[in-house]
């Protein structure tokens, strides 16, 4: 930063340092005022939502003060306020670099807390914004406690800073001039800063209050929520079905290679999960599709994201509902072949619902006579009552979940 001494000529700050500052004072509100009522809220659409803006503003702070701290880096500023004492200059000049450091770690710290908690967010829904920490609920936890430690600390440190501003002027030094373009006075700017806290104040305890209302009436729709029909992915082009006389052999899982994974999304950034148990029961012969069949039961029970909130709401009602119903079971009879694919038409019994699934999957060889199945099938949650209430009807998380199979599979000595 640049040395007191070096600020000789200016007597206001340049320009360029009253952008960043209003800039950050900007979005460092707006961004303290979503957290505070994001975190109000139960878990809901609105929530996530509020906490996308949220997360998005405060790496936008985080961007400013780096492009900031680099401003000051390589400029003058004005020279030392007149009427100030030296000592007061000094703590003057410690205040402003507290408040640079904790306006740099605050958004850091939620940076790290949401990877930690495994939530990848789009930065204003226009690019995924790359996670900084594996997935770990300790870490997690120590962020969170930084993050709110870290708000505390800024808003002590501004409130001074702001109360130092607002004294130093009453008592007649040109303090708050400085930091103002030329045309506005000092006293307008205070009855606008007045007003415009007011509004802010104003508006939070509305929005709190609105958001709080839909939310209830979107839950109490929910609640007499009907069962869209299902879209298939019609994959129809049956082709060849073939009916040979022998039955085809039946396979067993290799599981310690096996995986039975999901994809799914939440405000547009994809998140990946997996049941770690499963059985299938597989009959299967490429060239005798007519007396093959699939029947897989899967544990619902052992499924798992690996990011600690969204483990914590899995086994709900709401979601996946693990104490009513923790076994689902997919059987297929019916088997078409699409170029050098298949399809097994099959019914998917989950959370109490019996729907229609089609697995699209790849029957890979292996010289050693293991074969590798590798599939995908698109399960259209709201079918199954995945994510009821408010979430039924809400895009934010997607409405349709990639179940994707790794399956190596062995021959059995059964026929
Ligand atoms: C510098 C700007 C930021 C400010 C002023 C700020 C402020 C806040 C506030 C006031 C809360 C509510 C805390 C509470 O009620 O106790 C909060 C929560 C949160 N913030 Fe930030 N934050 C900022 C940046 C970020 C960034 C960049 C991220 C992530 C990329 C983030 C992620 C979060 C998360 C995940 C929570 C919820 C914590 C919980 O689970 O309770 N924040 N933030
Ligand atoms: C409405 C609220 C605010 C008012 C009235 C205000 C006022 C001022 C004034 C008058 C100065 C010039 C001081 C001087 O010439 O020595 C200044 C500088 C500064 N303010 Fe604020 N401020 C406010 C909010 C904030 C916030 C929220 C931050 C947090 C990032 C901040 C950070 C700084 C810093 C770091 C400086 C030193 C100049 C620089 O490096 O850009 N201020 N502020």
Do not use: C
Request: cysteine-free.
């Amino acid at each position: 930063m640049t040395d007191l001494s070096q600020r000789t000529t200016l007597t206001v700050w340049p320009k360029p340092a009253q952008f960043f500052h209003w800039l950050v004072v900007v979005l460092l509100v707006i961004a303290a005022t979503l957290g505070f009522l994001a975190n109000e809220l139960d878990l809901s659409p609105a929530k996530l939502k509020l906490f996308v803006t949220h997360k998005s503003l405060g790496l936008s702070v985080l961007l400013v003060m780096l492009l900031r701290i680099t401003w000051r880096i390589f400029s003058s500023g004005p020279r030392p306020v007149e009427g100030l004492s030296p000592i007061q200059q000094k703590l003057a000049g410690a205040g402003h670099a507290s408040i640079y450091a904790v306006a740099i770690l605050l958004p850091l710290s939620g940076w790290l807390l949401t990877s930690a908690a495994n939530f990848p967010f789009r930065w204003f829904g226009l690019f995924e914004v790359p996670l900084i920490w594996p997935a770990d609920s300790s870490v997690k936890d120590i962020a969170l406690g930084a993050h709110k430690f870290l708000f505390i600390a800024l808003a002590a440190l501004v409130s001074g800073h702001i109360a130092m501003a607002i004294r130093h002027h009453v008592l007649g030094l040109t303090v708050l001039s400085r930091m103002l373009p030329k045309r506005w006075s000092a006293a307008n700017f205070l009855y606008m800063l007045g007003v415009i806290i007011g509004i802010v104040i104003v508006f939070s305890w509305f929005s709190a209050h609105s958001i709080s209302d839909s939310m209830d009436r979107t839950m109490g729709k929910g609640a007499a929520q009907v069962v869209a029909p299902l879209h298939n992915v019609a994959v129809s082009q049956a082709g060849k079905t073939s009916s040979l006389l022998n039955k085809p052999p039946s396979w067993v899982m290799q599981p310690a290679s096996s995986q039975l994974g999901f994809v799914g999304s939440y405000v547009d950034s994809e998140f990946t999960g997996k049941f770690e148990r499963f059985s299938p029961r597989i009959i299967f012969d490429p060239e005798n599709l007519a007396s093959a069949s699939f029947d897989v039961t899967i544990d619902v029970t052992s499924a798992i994201i690996g990011a600690p909130d969204m483990d914590s709401l899995l086994g709900d009602s709401q979601w996946l509902d693990f104490a009513g119903f923790p076994s689902a079971q997919f059987i297929a009879q019916r088997f078409s072949l699409v170029t050098t694919n298949f399809v097994a038409h099959g019914l998917l019994r989950l959370k109490g619902m019996e729907h229609t699934v089609d697995l699209l999957f790849s029957w890979n060889e292996q010289a050693d006579g293991a074969v590798r199945l590798l599939g995908e099938a698109v399960v259209p949650r709201v079918v199954f009552g995945i994510g009821n209430g408010a979430w039924a009807d809400d895009p934010s998380v997607g409405f349709d979940v990639r179940v994707v199979v790794d399956v190596w599979l062995e021959q059995s000595g059964e026929q």
